[in-house]
């Protein structure tokens, strides 16, 4: 390109080539320019020719107003001289832009459960809006009693699940520490007994039943809910016999007389289903022999002393194994209900309770 051709150079291709980067001057660079900006020249657009000056009337008040030639306004880079990269560099913009609107969307609705919100709803009625109430925490077992013997439940099961080893075992009577034996053998099977009956202190107690047995001295509590064990939800009905000794209150839970086999109602399913029994039926069961006579008790209501009390019914086995207990409740309402018996030595060392879920139809 030369000298002379200087004046008459484009606008556009001096916008362009301010935009773009200058490379080195090697050989052939004015060449290789020129050849392109030959290529562009029908894309350009001439700058239009000067106006011609205008003679001034005679009569100054129609007098022309002078016209000023005006350099071509530069709107638009010609496509073939606009960099490659500022296209790219646009995509790339455009295309995080509508990133960010999605992720932003996305995370909006992540933390509000839903959609986003309406942008034109109204921001005083969305403000007013109360948040969902939580569902409530189920109701359990283990909160403050005015009843003593259900206290004395409701700490040793705690102190089972928190693996409070030394205020589990002081909790225990003297019979329980003595078929143990000793503190150490009791925390051997911990981890047992917080999966067993320490899981009530995260279950739901339905109902807490405390039976008198004897002079205040014993007593059980027996815990009617759902607990969750080893993975598994449980509906359990589980007795407890307290003792009390010296004016305090120990669970009795280990110094057994001997078994109780219940035989109406039986033992729930392996699902947890409770056995039925018809509505008018006796309740039977057989307890060891050489106890004295069994305390039975239908959900919360009268205690009952088998052999002396309406409606019972006490008879020894052949062979002196055991004795058999009968006990006619008389109509029982339709539904689910909580059978409690208890026996125990003479002097109370020894205690052993169960309790059973059934249901009649």
Do not use: K
Not at 152 to 171: C, E, I, K, P, R
Not at 329 to 334: E, R
Request: hydrophobic share 45%; net charge negative; with cysteine.
């Amino acid at each position: 390109m030369s000298d002379h051709d200087a004046p008459m150079r484009d606008r556009v291709v001096e916008t362009a080539l301010r935009l773009l980067p200058i490379p080195d001057h090697q050989p052939g660079f004015w060449d290789r320019l020129d050849a392109r900006l030959a290529e562009e020249a029908p894309t350009r657009t001439a700058p239009p020719p000067a106006a011609p000056a205008v003679e001034e009337p005679a009569d100054p008040d129609t007098a022309a107003v002078p016209i000023v030639a005006l350099e071509p306004e530069l709107r638009v880079i010609p496509a073939a001289m606009r960099r490659p990269s500022n296209l790219v560099l646009s995509a790339l913009a455009v295309a995080a832009a509508v990133v960010v609107v999605v992720a932003g969307s996305a995370l909006l609705r992540s933390r509000t459960g839903g959609e986003a919100p309406d942008e034109h709803a109204d921001p005083e009625a969305t403000a007013l809006q109360a948040p969902e109430a939580a569902d409530p925490e189920p109701p359990g077992p283990l909160v403050a009693t005015d009843d003593p013997e259900a206290q004395v439940v409701v700490d040793w099961v705690q102190a089972l699940a928190a693996g409070d080893v030394d205020t589990a075992w002081s909790l225990l009577g003297p019979g329980s520490q003595a078929r143990w034996g000793s503190r150490d053998a009791f925390a051997a099977e911990r981890t047992a007994f917080a999966e067993g009956y320490g899981a009530w202190a995260a279950g739901t107690a339905d109902q807490v039943l405390v039976t008198p047995l004897v002079d205040g001295s014993l007593a059980v509590v027996t815990l009617v809910g759902v607990i969750d064990q080893e993975g598994a939800r449980q509906a359990r009905a589980d007795a407890f016999p307290i003792r009390r000794v010296a004016g305090d209150l120990r669970v009795e839970l280990h110094a057994e007389v001997g078994p109780v086999e219940l035989v109406v109602p039986d033992d729930p399913a392996a699902d947890g289903t409770p056995a039925a029994v018809e509505r008018d039926a006796e309740l039977v069961v057989v307890v060891p022999a050489g106890a004295g006579a069994p305390v039975l008790r239908v959900d919360d209501g009268p205690v009952v002393t088998c052999g002396t009390s309406p409606g019972t019914e006490l008879t020894e086995l052949e062979g002196g194994t055991g004795r058999r207990c009968g006990y006619r409740p008389g109509s029982l309402a339709s539904g689910e209900h909580v059978l409690t018996v208890a026996v125990w030595t003479g002097d109370g060392s020894a205690v052993t309770a169960r309790s059973v879920r059934f249901r009649v139809p």
